[in-house]
């Protein structure tokens, strides 16, 4: 089966959803795993996330540190970078063997309600659960065609660090879409994309989201908050 091929197979499988922070392989039209160490069973509890002991990354306190650049195409982004939303950093980007630059910016964290995920039934693993929308927006910053790529390895964060939980959906959810990039998506192509993070209960926010993709690694990646 060739890419387009299996990006038109894995978009039929509506309704098919996985919980977990590692999770990846849900994300996107390609059937592999983005990152190596990031397969998980569908519908499997994280083990990390909002109701664990892990420690949070250890971005400073103060205001945004970062060098990019807000509403443009943003300076090359480091490890560590702490941003505001809205506010884009180039990054370089991996996709398989798709290899290129992106300038991404996260640019809401929006509350939903715990209601919205009643059609995925998931029972008493999102019980009591919050869910957050991690929007962002990606620009095609180099010269390579990313098209059917995935931006995976968004985390969001609750107020003291920890990781919140992840929601990888495979096929259609109406209030996060996070479909692959399209078709022809080359040099200066805009597209928006959404992560679902939750937090563990109505008194905890999700107050900020991590981009940790090659080369970053989770909890040393890019910051917005």
């Not at 962002?136 to 910053?141: D, E, I, L, Q, R």
């Not at 078709?183 to 109505?202: I, R």
Request: net charge neutral.
């Amino acid at each position: 089966m060739n890419g387009i091929d299996s990006v038109k197979a894995t978009r039929r499988l509506g309704g098919l959803i996985a919980v977990g922070a590692l999770a990846l392989t849900g994300c996107g039209p390609d059937s592999s795993p983005a990152h190596p160490a990031s397969s998980a069973s569908a519908a499997k509890p994280s083990t990390s996330g909002g109701d664990s002991a892990t420690s949070g990354p250890n971005w400073p306190n103060s205001a945004p540190t970062g060098t990019a650049d807000s509403g443009g195409s943003g300076s090359d982004a480091k490890a560590g970078d702490n941003l505001k939303l809205g506010q884009a950093a180039k990054v370089p980007f991996t996709y398989g063997s798709t290899k290129g630059e992106i300038s991404l910016a996260v640019t809401s964290i929006d509350q939903g309600d715990p209601a919205d995920l009643a059609s995925l039934n998931l029972g008493d693993q999102v019980k009591g659960k919050v869910p957050y929308y991690i929007r962002y927006s990606v620009t095609n910053a180099g010269t390579s065609d990313l098209s059917f790529s995935s931006v995976n390895h968004m985390k969001g964060h609750l107020p003291d660090g920890t990781e919140a939980q992840d929601l990888m959906v495979i096929g259609d959810f109406d209030k996060c879409k996070s479909d692959a990039l399209p078709s022809g998506f080359t040099a200066g192509k805009t597209a928006q994309g959404c992560a679902v993070a939750l937090a563990p209960s109505p008194s905890v926010k999700v107050t900020s989201a991590e981009y940790w993709g090659e080369p970053f690694t989770l909890g040393k990646g890019v910051l917005w908050k």
